[in-house]
């Protein structure tokens, strides 16, 4: 007959490797502004531009059909569309300003802060838009303790870095002003040549004067 049936054995589970533990970033205090009004401006700006053209839609219709549409009724209408439409491009742009933060964050690192030049590169962006884009989310409160020092040319993230970079700028500016202070000393002036005869023994002086008497 047949031999014991024996179910078939599973496969040994590999043993799961601990997971990697991040190293952990200093916090930050970020405010993701617009993180939900971006969505609600995008929907409900689609719903109204959605419903608005579909009575465009009805006003074309019933033009062609050759029925009178006020003028009114049209100006009504282009004017829901356009707002309508300005909705949807602002809760693009949120939602733009947002990304934009959090890669501003990723490029700073744990360090804390991040060179402007160096953001720009990040984010394929000019310099001069990734300062007036910092200054608009410093000015919304994305980062309640963020800072720009005064050439622009620094991002920092919290308060204790920006009191360091004060500190740091104080001190240059005491040593360069030492500098200033400090006078400079002038080359010495070149040892004048002593013209003035040698000095002459009273030995050689009294032999020069028997040479004398003798001539």
């Given at each position: 007959g047949e031999g014991p049936q024996t179910c078939p054995q599973e496969p040994a589970r590999r043993k799961k490797a601990p997971p990697v533990q991040k190293a952990k970033l200093p916090p930050v205090k970020f405010?993701?502004?617009?993180?939900?009004?971006?969505?609600?401006?995008?929907?409900?700006?689609?719903?109204?531009l959605g419903i608005t053209g579909l009575f465009t839609c009805i006003h074309l219709m019933l033009m062609f059909a050759g029925a009178t549409v006020s003028v009114a009724g049209w100006i009504v209408n282009f004017v829901f569309l356009l707002v309508f439409f300005g909705m949807i491009q602002f809760g693009i742009m949120q939602k733009g300003r947002l990304k934009r933060a959090e890669r501003y964050l990723q490029l700073c690192d744990w360090k804390m802060y991040g060179d402007i030049e160096k953001l720009a590169r990040g984010t394929g962006r000019k310099v001069r838009y990734v300062i007036r884009d910092l200054q608009k989310m410093l000015h919304l409160g994305?980062?309640?303790?963020?800072?720009?020092?005064?050439?622009?040319?620094?991002?920092?993230?919290?308060?204790?870095v920006y009191r360091q970079n004060l500190e740091t700028e104080e001190n240059h500016r005491l040593m360069e002003l030492a500098e200033k202070q400090t006078p400079i000393q002038e080359n010495p002036s070149p040892?004048?040549?002593?013209?003035?005869?040698?000095?002459?023994?009273?030995?050689?002086?009294?032999?020069?004067?028997?040479?004398?008497?003798?001539?």
């Open positions: 405010k993701r502004i617009g993180n939900v009004s971006n969505v609600l401006y995008q929907v409900f700006g689609g719903i109204g994305m980062f309640p303790e963020g800072h720009l020092d005064e050439k622009k040319t620094c991002l920092m993230l919290n308060d204790a040892a004048k040549e002593d013209n003035s005869p040698p000095e002459i023994s009273r030995e050689q002086e009294a032999e020069l004067k028997d040479r004398k008497s003798g001539d």
